[in-house]
């Protein structure tokens, strides 16, 4: 006997994309746990978020309405999907997601409000010139939520930082006409 692999969610996941695809195509019966964990065992390499899944079934029926879906179809359209959302996602909310999927993974060293910055004694009173750069103190912080005007925050502690996070500091300021050219 083969023993499947799927955690609960990815059955459940599998389970939802196998009733949607019930939906549109008549030939899948009653769900079967069967059906689920090996169509949850395909799919689970490829990390695919749920609504771009149950969106990959829409246009595959969309597009092909007489071919029965299979799991490489979703694998496939999902991966699409996803790859035009990133297409047109700006650097700066790519980059601030990348970042914070790393932390959330713990890919990231040192200070991961900082990049990963191995920056010792961030923590502190705030540090003026460090805020004025970009004018990072006029904009809301994208990473720990800081106000205008309001210091960032370690998002651990709750301490304040001394200079403001990454993400904050790579926000485009209005050039300062003192270094136009």
Same mark, same amino acid.
């Given at each position: 006997?083969t ?22 195509? =008549? ?27 149950? =969106? ?6 969309? =597009? ?86 309001q ?14 996070c ?16």
């Amino acid at each position: 006997m083969t023993i499947i692999e799927a955690t609960p969610q990815q059955l459940a996941d599998a389970g939802a994309i196998l009733g949607r695809s019930a939906l549109f195509d =008549n030939r899948f019966g009653e769900g079967d746990i069967g059906r689920a964990s090996v169509w949850a065992e395909a799919l689970a390499p490829y990390k695919l978020e749920l609504p771009d899944a149950l =969106n990959a079934v829409t246009m595959h029926y969309r =597009n092909e309405p007489s071919r029965m879906i299979m799991p490489a179809d979703v694998i496939r359209i999902a991966r699409e999907i996803r790859v035009d959302r990133a297409q047109r996602e700006p650097a700066e909310d790519r980059e601030l997601r990348q970042l914070q999927h790393d932390v959330k993974n713990g890919l990231v060293r040192g200070d991961a409000q900082l990049g990963g910055l191995p920056i010792g004694g961030a923590d502190g009173k705030p540090v003026p010139d460090a805020y004025a750069v970009n004018k990072a103190i006029e904009h809301v912080c994208p990473l720990c939520g800081a106000d205008e005007y309001q210091a960032c925050t370690n998002k651990i502690s709750g301490v304040e930082r001394k200079m403001p996070c990454l993400p904050r500091l790579k926000i485009e300021a209005e050039p300062n006409p003192k270094y136009a050219k």
